[in-house]
């Protein structure tokens, strides 16, 4: 066993440095060559290390990446219709909406004497149907699209729910839009023959589509109805309900299906106006939309849309 008393035995203690220089050192040591710590050679293993690393990851995500876009298809989903998540059957929706502060709310509230914000909303909306992109539109009225073709959305047609009338709610006689949720490739199974209408549809929309029956009119629409959801609602909502829409008076017209996503595809719209309603009564309404492969379920709100209406008197 060595003699610890032995001079030697024993390393020295490091002399002690200023941070600066210690700072120096840890740079550039000239007694080891280390430059922060390293050699040179574990520098450049390090880097060679981290060069090949990235090489190989970013080109497995480059494969990865190519071999996903591969599964897709130009302009149209991969999943369509009932293989997709959102499904075949189209829910409704409804403008204008409440403020964002109550995003959760689906109430129409407001005063007669107080109706900017549910007109300018309105105005938002419907601007978006008078672009100004330079895309070509046909009138679906009169013939159904071809492969990329769209067609034009006439807002003359939804008269007297125009915003020069500001959407009749200064009068308490307010126009709900509605539009059909846009599902690639979905096309109308048509209620056009009277033996064969839903059993659910209100007595008033069975008799509008059989005074058309051997008509002329295009009878190849998804047909829109209103209704108050309880006796009360529906007493304190009126008889009194008008549908404006293109090219028939209760519905979506068939030309407008299916969404193809088309450049400049303008969905089609339906005003609802309801000109009898109770004034200082909540009143629940729901809207449905009706076709032989659309489903309605209240809870999950397929097939249709529900929102509450109030319209108070100026105080």
């Known amino acids: 066993m060595a003699d610890k008393s032995k001079p030697g035995d024993y390393f020295n203690r490091p002399e002690k440095l200023g941070a600066w220089v210690g700072f120096k050192q840890f740079l550039w040591n000239p007694e080891t060559k280390q430059f922060m710590g390293r050699t040179s050679s574990s520098w450049a293993k390090i880097l060679i290390f981290y060069i090949i690393f990235y090489v190989i990851l970013s080109a497995f995500f480059v494969a990865l990446f190519l071999i996903f876009t591969s599964t897709l298809k130009d302009g149209r989903p991969k999943y369509e219709l009932k293989e997709s998540l959102i499904g075949a059957n189209p829910g409704l929706g409804f403008r204008p909406m409440p403020p964002e502060s109550n995003v959760e709310s689906t ?17 938002k909306f419907l601007k978006g149907f008078n672009p100004n992109d330079g895309i070509s539109r046909i009138d679906c009225k009169k ?17 007297p729910c125009t915003s020069e009338r500001k959407f009749g709610y200064p009068e308490g006689r307010p126009c709900i839009f509605l539009k059909l949720n846009k599902i690639y490739n979905w096309l109308p199974e ?15 929309l069975k008799s509008h589509i059989k005074s058309r029956e051997g008509s002329k009119k295009d009878l190849n629409v998804v047909w829109v109805s209103c209704e108050g959801e309880n006796p009360a609602d529906i007493e304190n909502l009126g008889n009194s309900i008008s549908y404006y829409s293109l090219g028939s ?30 004034t200082g009564v909540l009143i629940n309404i729901e809207c449905k939309a009706w076709s032989k492969n659309i489903a309605h379920d209240r809870s999950d709100r397929r097939g249709s849309v529900h929102f509450e209406l109030m319209v108070d008197e100026p105080k």
Do not use: R
Not at 107 to 123: A, F, H, M, R
Not at 143 to 159: D, Q, R, T, V
Not at 258 to 268: A, K, R
């Open 190 to 204: 048509y209620y056009n023959k009277s033996s064969e209408l839903n059993q659910g549809m209100p007595e008033t």
């Open 107 to 123: 109430l129409v509230w407001y005063e007669k004497q107080n109706t900017d914000y549910w007109v300018e909303e309105l105005d």
């Open 249 to 278: 008076e209760q519905g979506f017209l068939g030309n407008y299906f299916p969404f193809m996503n088309s450049d400049g595809y303008l969905q089609p719209l339906v005003a609802v106006q309801f000109s009898s309603v109770k």
């Open 143 to 159: 013939k159904k699209p071809e492969h990329g073709e769209s067609c034009e959305i006439n807002l003359n047609a939804f008269s």
